[in-house]
């Protein structure tokens, strides 16, 4: 099955530059954001992930807590609040110039 998920792995294999996944815990075409992050983390564990979701429960959240080392951003969301969890998934700071 070729789904986007399926597609974004194989782009992930050949783009060793990317540094960040940007993905919804909820996704069309049978792969969930979790399976395609921890199918992800297999082929690059430096990889940093970053969640989304409209859903308070779900694959990485469980009783209103996330699991251990995940970032979530909840929507709706703001760029500025897009850019704040981009720069934490990185490690990286900056000047939020929205």
């Known amino acids: 099955m070729n789904t986007p998920a399926r597609h974004l792995l194989k782009l992930l294999d050949s783009n060793p530059e990317v540094v960040l996944l940007f993905t919804d815990v909820v996704m069309p075409g049978g792969m969930g954001g979790k399976e395609l992050a921890d199918q ?16 308070t429960e779900n694959s ?21 609040d897009l850019a704040r969890a981009i ?11 929205d």
């Open 40 to 55: 992800a983390l297999e082929r690059r564990p430096d990889l940093r992930v970053l969640f989304t979701s409209g859903y």
């Open 87 to 97: 720069r934490d998934a990185l490690g990286t700071t900056g000047d939020n110039n």
């Open 60 to 80: 990485i959240v469980h009783h209103g807590r996330l699991d251990p080392g995940v970032m979530l951003l909840s929507k709706p969301y703001r760029k500025a």
